[in-house]
């Protein structure tokens, strides 16, 4: 039984040297893996999503048409360039090396793994939102929610001119708006989303009659990382508070001076609790394949830049 027990015991943990080289990879497979993600799934689903959480009266089925009335195949890659780009390019590499050195840390304290991917992905989530995502969040909602003004009969104006016009008017924290929102949305998402994922390994390891601390293999890391995305979709009405915060839609119920509160109340006395809801399918869907990307693909990817450089990446543990 003790023997067992012995066997059973985790690796000791080792903390990594920071050099500048290793720092620099690890952001650069955080960015490259972004950017693969938000070119390929993530835009589309991340406009479908959004589209359904600012009309809360559409299914999924006249969300998508919707989409496609705006201009086809790329109505749904709208806000991919320039918004969806910078993001992706800077808040992976955030996420990939913020969350993997809390994470490590966690369990320096003693943390389980479970324990310790909810606070690398926390604390991965909150640098993302105020370093990275707040402007760029509030860029895309607005590309995506201005074309119901084309639908009133005016033109939009452009990406730049939409910027500059609403730097000109609320100044930064115009081009910031909702950016409360989107840090708890960013913490509660990959909290969830390392948390889970390292809670659906563990289960596949004692499924597969694996050790504690064994390497997984790529199927079953993808299937962790899928399991712990989707179920992170619980916080959906954050993200519909966060759409309706950075909307463009002109309505005069709508609050002025909005904050999570008031928009909160603002959705619920419109729409109940139904409306707090509104995307949670294509958010599934999004959550699924950000953390394959992020979490499966990352360890993957920090993986294959060690054995390619031989070099071991900063964050790696």
Same mark, same amino acid.
């Given at each position: 039984?003790?023997?067992?027990?012995?066997?059973?015991?985790?690796?000791?943990?080792?903390?990594?040297?920071?050099?500048?080289?290793?720092?620099?990879?690890?952001?650069? =497979? @955080?960015?490259?893996?972004?950017?693969?993600?938000?070119?390929?799934?993530?835009?589309?689903?991340?406009?479908?999503?959004?589209?359904?959480?600012?009309?809360?009266?559409?299914?999924?089925?006249?969300?998508?048409?919707?989409?496609?009335?705006?201009?086809? !195949?790329?109505?749904?890659?709208?806000?991919?360039?320039?918004?969806?780009? +910078?993001?992706?390019?800077?808040?992976?590499?955030?996420?990939?090396? !913020?969350?993997?050195?809390?994470?490590?840390?966690?369990?320096?304290?003693?943390? *389980?793994?479970?324990?310790?991917?909810?606070? @690398?992905?926390?604390?991965?989530? +909150?640098? #993302?939102?105020?370093?990275?995502?707040?402007?760029?969040?509030?860029?895309?909602?607005?590309?995506?929610?201005?074309?119901?003004?084309?639908?009133?009969?005016?033109?939009?104006?452009?990406?730049?001119?939409?910027?500059?016009? +609403?730097?000109?008017?609320?100044?930064?924290?115009?081009?910031?708006?909702?950016?409360?929102?989107?840090?708890?949305?960013?913490?509660?998402?990959?909290?969830?989303?390392?948390?889970?994922?390292?809670?659906?390994?563990?289960?596949?390891?004692?499924?597969?009659?694996?050790?504690?601390?064994?390497?997984?293999? *790529?199927?079953?890391?993808?299937?962790?990382?899928?399991?712990?995305?989707?179920?992170?979709?619980?916080?959906?009405?954050?993200?519909?508070?966060? =759409?309706?915060? #950075?909307?463009?839609?002109?309505?005069?119920?709508?609050?002025?001076?909005?904050? !999570?509160?008031?928009?909160?109340?603002? +959705?619920?006395?419109?729409?109940?609790?139904? @409306?707090?809801?509104?995307?949670?399918?294509?958010?599934?869907?999004? @959550?699924?394949?950000?953390?394959?990307?992020?979490?499966?693909?990352?360890?993957?990817?920090?993986?294959?830049?060690?054995?390619?450089?031989?070099?071991?990446?900063?964050?790696?543990?």
């Amino acid at each position: 039984m003790s023997a067992t027990l012995m066997g059973s015991r985790p690796p000791p943990l080792e903390k990594k040297p920071v050099k500048f080289s290793n720092l620099l990879r690890a952001c650069e =497979v @955080g960015a490259g893996l972004n950017m693969f993600e938000v070119t390929t799934l993530g835009q589309p689903l991340e406009v479908v999503k959004t589209t359904m959480a600012a009309n809360r009266s559409d299914s999924f089925a006249g969300a998508l048409s919707r989409v496609w009335a705006r201009g086809g !195949v790329l109505g749904y890659y709208q806000g991919l360039i320039p918004w969806a780009w +910078i993001e992706a390019s800077t808040k992976g590499a955030v996420l990939l090396f !913020v969350a993997s050195e809390a994470e490590f840390y966690a369990k320096s304290f003693g943390a *389980s793994d479970f324990i310790g991917g909810i606070s @690398g992905g926390m604390a991965g989530g +909150i640098a #993302q939102a105020y370093a990275t995502m707040g402007f760029c969040t509030c860029m895309k909602t607005v590309e995506i929610t201005k074309h119901k003004i084309a639908a009133a009969g005016v033109k939009p104006p452009g990406t730049w001119a939409t910027f500059m016009d +609403i730097y000109r008017k609320e100044g930064i924290r115009g081009i910031n708006k909702g950016v409360n929102a989107v840090a708890i949305r960013q913490t509660t998402n990959w909290g969830s989303r390392f948390g889970l994922s390292r809670l659906a390994e563990q289960g596949i390891r004692n499924a597969t009659g694996k050790e504690e601390g064994q390497k997984l293999g *790529s199927f079953e890391k993808i299937l962790a990382s899928g399991l712990g995305g989707g179920l992170s979709a619980w916080n959906q009405p954050i993200e519909v508070i966060r =759409v309706e915060m #950075q909307s463009k839609t002109e309505d005069p119920n709508r609050p002025k001076n909005l904050t !999570v509160g008031k928009t909160l109340k603002y +959705i619920y006395n419109n729409n109940g609790l139904k @409306g707090l809801y509104r995307g949670v399918t294509p958010r599934i869907g999004l @959550g699924v394949w950000q953390t394959i990307c992020m979490v499966a693909l990352g360890d993957m990817a920090k993986e294959a830049v060690e054995k390619l450089t031989g070099d071991k990446v900063t964050a790696k543990h």
